[in-house]
Structure formats: C-alpha cells, structure tokens
C-alpha cells in the first residue's frame, strides 16, 4: 500500500468498519469509512476502497455521497433543456424534455434520497414491476411501453453519473436487459373504410377542421407533431407536395409526401380562409384537436381510436396497395424496415384475402405451383 494511504479494520458496536486515510489531490489528509456486518466483509471493503483509490483517484470516493435527486438536479439542469438547432439539426436539448420532466417526477419520488452507488440491479427491477402494477393518474392500466419510456430516462442518467465517475457502473449492465421494446405489444388500431366514413360525416360545422387533419393523417401517414407544426410554406398545392423539414420529424429527417385530391381539396379550402401569411400555421393547436376528436368519436360510435392510428392505417393501405415496403418506410419517414413492419397491420381485410390465396393452391397444377414459388424466391 503506498505511503499516502493506510488503511485498517476495527470492530464497532455490532459491526465493522473499513477506514482508509489518504492524502487528496491538494495534499490534505482524508479518511472515509465504510462498515460492514462481518470482519471478512470489511476486509473486503477496505480492498476495493484502496483499489478504487488507485484506479479511479479520490474525486471518486468524494462522489460516493451523491443521491439520485442530486443526479436529477444535474440532468435536469443538462439535458433536459429546450431543443437548440442549428442549420436545421438538433445540436443540443431534448426534444421531448417536456415529457420527460413529468417521466423524471416519478423517478425523484421513488429513488429520491438514495444514494447512487447504493442503487442496485435489484432496485430497479422491483421499480419496473411496482410501476408496471401502478395505475395511470386516469385510474387506467399502465403500459408495458410507458414503464420503459421511465426507464430509459434512468438508464440514461445513470450512464450520465457513469462518465461523471458519480458511479463505478451502471446497474443496468449487471443482468438482463430491463427495457425490452420485444415485450411491448404494438397498437394496431386500423380504421375501415366504414368508421372512416362515419367519422368524417360528423366533421361538420365547429368540426370542419378536424375533417382536414384526419385526412391529411389518412392520406399521408403524417405524424401528429409533424401535422401541429405545418406551415403554408411548407405546402405545395400547384405541385400537390408537402415538404416536412427535418427538426419537425421525429428522426430529424426532412421528406415529402404527396397530396390526394381530397387532400388538396381540403388544404386548398383551409388556405382561401387563411390570412396567406407563409409562416402561418395550417392547422389547429394540440389541445383543441385532442379534445374534439375525443368527441367527434364519441358521435360518431367509435372506440378506442387515436389521431396516431391514422397512421397506422395509411401504412396498412399503402401495403395493401402493393406499395413496397422500403417506399412505405420512406412515406413515413422510418429510418429501418423494423419499424415499417410495426406500422403495416394485418386487418381482417388481409387475413380474409390471405385465405383466399391459400385455398386456392389445392387446385393449382404442379406447374403453376413451381411459377409461384419462383415469383416468391
């Protein structure tokens, strides 16, 4: 053991304790104790002290009385900032920090005075459980995916406390994986052809813009903060295109999507009562919409159906159209097939043609059979 270190065991009361003293980066003598059940446990402790100190030098032991809301304050004075962009890229923030604001309350409240380095593997896998049985503040089944969305924000920040030395490792990486998109069950809400006719027939009146949203959702596959954020600027209604800029999508990367003539007919209609201002909005805010689609569903006899399924059933469509799906993906601004494939469902449509077609082949000669297969292969 160097000479600016001694360390030593020593019973106390019913435990016992490990103590190194050591000279600190300014040359003053420090000490820190840690205790221990049993003699060979602090033993064991007073080695991994003395190690720790070679390794990782004493700014390491200093930290070790950092608590997760100390993390908090730091992450959230870090990180959890307002998107910065810079030539149309996000250079900074977080785009979703509003969101994760209210996810990082329910982090502070359960591991608030804990300290890092005493958060175990363990620790966070009885949260994710407690959480995963804990009813929304709307008194309703808590989704497997929220309960991820919560831990990826930990486990986030304890990589964060990893590269600040507030922590040796990260939990997260001492047994299997905690956050595991393969459990979710994906949302796959189509909307028929039917609801959508019902829908749209009780857009009228107070709700005639909603009429417009929901087809623009339809028929382009749009996502809700891409549709919000629309500019006139961003419209072509001579070339019928919409040009989506990269720091209003979700993948921070700019497309274009085409324009139905139904479409076009509703933006058209939207712009004659607009102002013509380039920078004006198209649509309408997010509360408004949220809240009149509720009842414009409710009117119209349909349950269980969000703006974002609409996309959802553009991609269906488009599939069943005979769209490839590597164009579906760019239509949709997807950067993998994985996530196209999460967005193009299997409605009773589908399921009734595929039956169809697998009916058929006990009729089919040997021939046709061998043609088919090579047009598969």
Not at 214 to 221: F, M
Request: proline share 3%.
């Amino acid at each position: 053991m160097s000479k600016q270190r001694k360390g030593y065991v020593y019973e106390r009361g019913k435990s016992w304790v490990a103590r190194v003293t050591y000279l600190d980066e300014t040359g003053e003598q420090r000490s820190i104790r840690r205790s221990f059940s049993t003699k060979s446990q602090a033993n064991n402790g007073l080695k991994q002290l003395v190690r720790e100190l070679d390794e990782r030098g004493s700014r390491s032991l200093t930290l070790e009385r950092r608590t997760f809301n100390d993390l908090a304050d730091y992450y959230e004075g870090q990180y959890m900032i307002a998107p910065v962009y810079v030539g149309g890229r996000k250079v900074a923030g977080l785009r979703s920090y509003e969101d994760q604001k209210r996810r990082l309350i329910v982090l502070r409240d359960y591991f608030g005075k804990r300290k890092l380095r005493d958060i175990t593997y363990g620790d966070i896998e009885k949260f994710k459980l407690e959480l995963l049985a804990k009813p929304t503040h709307r008194d309703k089944p808590r989704s497997l995916a929220d309960v991820h969305r919560v831990l990826t924000i930990l486990r986030t920040m304890l990589k964060v406390a990893e590269r600040e030395d507030w922590i040796i490792r990260s939990p997260f990486g001492r047994g299997k994986p905690l956050v595991t998109m393969a459990d979710e069950k994906p949302r796959e809400r189509v909307l028929s052809r039917e609801e959508e006719q019902r829908l749209l027939a009780v857009c009228t009146g107070r709700r005639a813009q909603l009429k417009a949203v929901l087809v623009c959702a339809l028929d382009t596959g749009m996502r809700r903060g891409e549709i919000i954020s629309l500019q006139w600027k961003h419209v072509d209604l001579i070339g019928r295109l919409i040009h989506i800029e990269a720091f209003n999508t979700k993948t921070m990367r700019a497309r274009t999507v085409p324009m139905t003539e139904r479409l076009a007919a509703e933006l058209h209609r939207l712009y004659e009562q607009s102002s013509g201002d380039p920078e004006g909005q198209v649509f309408i805010n997010r509360g408004w919409l949220q809240n009149i689609l509720k009842r414009a569903c409710k009117a119209a006899g349909i349950e269980d159906f969000r703006l974002h399924d609409c996309r959802h059933t553009c991609a269906t469509r488009l599939v069943q159209g005979g769209l490839p799906l590597a164009e579906v993906g760019r239509i949709l601004g997807h950067t993998t097939l994985t996530m196209t494939y999460r967005y193009t469902n299997a409605d009773n449509t589908t399921l009734a043609r595929a039956a169809a077609i697998l009916e058929m082949f006990p009729s089919l000669e040997e021939k046709d059979f061998e043609a088919m297969s090579m047009m598969i292969n």
